[in-house]
T-cell receptor
Framework: NAGVMQNPRHLVRRRGQEARLRCSPM?????VYWYRQLPEEGLKFMVYLQKENIIDESGMPKERFSAEFPKEGPSILRIQQVVRGDSAAYFCASSLNRLGIINEQFFGPGTRLTVL | AQKITQTQPGMFVQEKEAVTLDCTYD???????LFWYKQPSSGEMIFLIY??????QNATEGRYSLNFQKARKSANLVISASQLGDSAMYFC???????????FGTGTSLTVIP
């Protein structure tokens, strides 16, 4: 029973390049969340997606960042024209959506982005 | 206001002793869940324990227990019989039933001393 999968685990980009981070949720989960962890900090929510829909992007920077969760394939977090401040660990989590219940989020191993 | 507050940046505990990691939270939602995660140096987030706001009893999972004091809005993690492998960052998190996201604290770095 595979958990949440993220790739790549480590990604190095130069300033101005694009970063694409992938997340495959747990089997049966249709809800995906992206979080960012800056060094020495806790995780901060970025975006919540269901298949083909962005439900809540209140934590996403307005520029350069985008996310999608297509009908087929993994969820993608895309960062255009990366800057050094984008260097962080990016975690994906997935959950079921059982109404009226606090649904646990299962986390992937994270992608560590380093911008040179 | 911070949703989750962890006031202990770093803690030390002797091997085989118990340790309490503090967490307070802020919400006006009557229904919420509280979670603790462990993040070892390898970086992954490992789920430890969950407490629902309506649960009557404190949650326990092996050596982990959650000291839930609803009136004080605290959800402290107690680790009994500490082991060297417990050395890691520990994060408290909350999810409100009306919300979509987890709110995380800034974490506590626990070091177990042999």
């Amino acid at each position: 029973n595979a958990g949440v999968m993220q790739n790549p685990r480590h990604l190095v980009r130069r300033r101005g390049q694009e970063a694409r981070l992938r997340c495959s949720p747990m089997k049966g989960h249709s809800h995906v969340y992206w979080y960012r962890q800056l060094p020495e900090e806790g995780l901060k929510f970025m975006v919540y997606l269901q298949k083909e829909n962005i439900i809540d992007e209140s934590g996403m920077p307005k520029e350069r960042f985008s996310a999608e969760f297509p009908k087929e394939g993994p969820s993608i977090l895309r960062i255009q024209q990366v800057v050094r401040g984008d260097s962080a660990a990016y975690f994906c989590a997935s959950s079921l959506n059982r109404l009226g219940i606090i649904n646990e989020q299962f986390f992937g191993p994270g992608t560590r982005l380093t911008v040179l | 206001a911070q949703k989750i507050t962890q006031t202990q940046p770093g803690m030390f505990v002797q091997e085989k002793e118990a340790v309490t990691l503090d967490c307070t939270y802020d919400t006006s939602d009557p229904s919420y869940g509280l979670f603790w995660y462990k993040q070892p140096s390898s970086g992954e987030m490992i789920f430890l324990i969950y407490q629902g706001s309506y649960d009557q009893q404190n949650a326990t999972e092996g050596r982990y227990s959650l000291n839930f004091q609803k009136a004080r809005k605290s959800a402290n993690l107690v680790i009994s019989a500490s082991q060297l492998g417990d050395s890691a960052m520990y994060f408290c998190a909350m999810r409100e039933i009306t919300g979509n996201q987890f709110y995380f604290g800034t974490g506590t770095s626990l070091t177990v001393i042999p």
